[in-house]
């Protein structure tokens, strides 16, 4: 049972004091215990850190007849990490035409994650 | 040449002008001009695509256009008058400022009022004196920022990050989700020079090294970078065609020594009192051009003081300020503003020379007495005087912050 149990450290970023905690889990993946953290939200981050991480992505995409070349967006929440760079894949296809309005969907429903690529500034 | 007439003239419409003149706008200022170099509003916000921005101030995560983006609206909805593309010269020995563009040539500005936010600038390789050849692939990482943010160049492929500042480290992310391999971020202080945040979200989530300690001791290439020399606890090279650097941000000031204004060397900005006025009546200053600020917020918060002051010196220039000297004690790097005039309220902002755990900051006669269980020069302590602290404050000569282990 133990034979495959092992841990993950995270520095959590929840305030400045940054506490490294560490995830214990068993052979299923399942948490077993969690150490380090000097409070309540310390846990909760490492825990979802561990199960399952999301970011917001920020990037730019494409854009003709604006004043500058590239348009900043946004997903509108956060994704799962390790599809980061799949949403890049998507991001870096698009080629758009001004006008845009900060807010204007880009891309809806990037990867069918339920998340929409915004615009982030009116260009 | 044209000549403009105006309550207050704010320089430098990036977080800290916008701020300021919205603040003064809504006081009852009528004639406020606000004049940047670039044609748009937003300075720097622009190419900060990241989000993270108005946290503090608005409970929002927003990235750096949205955040520049609810200042410009505002903006747009007064009667503020903003003159883009146009670069403040000159500030003539009886006030005046010197603008110019190339619609009205130059411009000559008598302002009651003026409020420099300027910003700041990057320091270079020249100024942190790593030896080599001088190839090109060499870039400040706001540069690179901009390039690929706004216009849409890959600075490189290989790349090596020169300190661990926010902007390096946001860059060293923002390359790699562009297709470049960041070889390394080196350190030559024992500890990150940004947020914690980013050393998580943008170095640890992309498995890109960070070497403490370490500094760039020589760079390789003729025509082009093709590696450097990375040395501290071990001495080794790394193949790149780009290097960023971050390492620092000096207030940009050269108007204020026109007035001229003497320069604090610890902040790089010129001395200023708690309603972020200067040593010269009826001339203010906010934001990264006082002294550089971690987060946009602060930068917006201290617009809004210094945008207040200048309304009120409008108002009424006789004013009688008595200002209280702060001093710097043990262990504090940066403590500004360095005098208190208020009587209401007023925030001083602390840095530490360097890491700490379970410290207290504590002042002359007790009056602020802070524990902390953690503090980082990468991140500045707030200290808030309320007016009977201030009433305290105003019966001594100076007032002295240490700090110290508990």
């Known amino acids: 049972m133990s ?3 092992s841990e993950r450290k995270f520095t959590c970023i929840m305030c400045p004091l940054g506490c490294e905690v560490t995830v214990k889990n068993d052979a299923g993946g399942t948490i077993t215990e969690v150490l380090g953290n000097k409070c309540k939200k ?32 946004r997903t509108s929440s956060a994704v ?44 | 040449m044209l000549k403009k007439n105006a309550d207050i003239i704010v320089i430098g419409a990036g977080p800290g002008g916008m701020a300021a003149a919205l603040k003064a706008n809504e006081l009852g200022i009528k004639k406020i001009l606000l004049v940047d170099r670039l044609p748009e509003m937003g300075g720097i916000l622009q190419q900060c695509i990241h989000n993270g921005f108005g946290l503090q101030m608005f409970k929002k995560d927003w990235t750096g256009p949205e955040y520049a983006d609810h200042y410009i609206k505002k903006i747009n909805n007064t009667n503020i008058e903003v003159l883009l593309n146009t670069m403040a010269l000159e500030i003539t020995k009886d006030g005046r400022v010197i603008l110019s563009n190339s619609t009205d040539g130059l411009i000559e500005v008598t302002a009651k009022a003026k409020v420099f936010a300027m910003g700041c600038r990057e320091r270079t390789r020249q100024q942190v004196s790593i030896p080599g050849t001088r190839p090109s692939g060499i870039f400040t990482a706001g540069v690179a920022q901009r390039f690929v943010n706004i216009e849409g160049y890959m600075p490189g492929k290989d790349v090596v990050v020169v300190g661990s500042g926010d902007i390096g480290m946001i860059m060293a992310r923002r390359m790699t989700l562009e297709g470049a391999k960041v070889h390394a971020v080196t350190e030559v202080l024992p500890y990150p020079g940004g947020l914690t945040r980013n050393v998580v979200q943008c170095l640890q989530d992309y498995n890109i090294p960070l070497y403490l300690n370490h500094n760039v001791v020589e760079i390789y290439g003729k025509d082009r970078v093709e590696g450097v020399k990375i040395s501290g606890e071990k001495t080794f090279d790394v193949q790149c065609d780009t290097l960023l650097f971050s390492v620092g941000l000096i207030p940009e000031n050269e108007l204020s020594r026109m007035v001229p204004l003497d320069i604090n060397p610890i902040t790089g900005g010129p001395y200023i009192d708690d309603t972020y006025e200067t040593t010269q009546e009826g001339v203010f200053i906010c934001g990264n051009a006082a002294f550089v600020n971690d987060l946009a917020d602060y930068v917006s918060i201290e617009a809004e003081i210094a945008g207040e002051g200048a309304a009120n010196y409008v ?19 940066l403590l500004v503003p360095n005098f208190i005039t208020r009587n209401d309220q007023a925030t001083l902002y602390l840095r530490v020379k360097e890491p700490m755990l379970d410290v207290k900051i504590v002042s002359t006669d007790g009056i602020v007495a802070l524990k902390k269980q953690i503090v980082k020069p990468s991140e500045m302590v707030e200290i808030k005087l309320n007016s009977e602290q201030l009433a305290k404050v105003k019966k001594l000569k100076e007032l002295k912050i240490d700090v110290g282990k508990i």
């Open chain 1, 3 to 5: 034979e495959r149990s």
């Open chain 1, 42 to 73: 310390g846990e909760t981050y490492a825990r979802d850190e561990f199960t399952r991480p999301m970011r917001v992505l920020t990037s730019t995409v494409s854009i003709d007849g604006a004043q500058f070349s590239r348009l900043p967006v």
């Open chain 1, 80 to 123: 799962p990490k390790d599809r980061i760079f799949k949403c890049m894949g998507e991001i870096e296809k698009i080629k758009i035409k001004a006008p845009v309005k900060a807010g204007d969907i880009i891309l809806k429903d990037i990867l069918g994650l339920n998340v929409d690529l915004i615009a982030t500034r009116d260009l």
């Open chain 2, 315 to 333: 108002s009424n220039p006789l004013r009688n300020k008595v200002g209280v000297e702060i001093v710097a004690g043990e262990n504090v790097r």
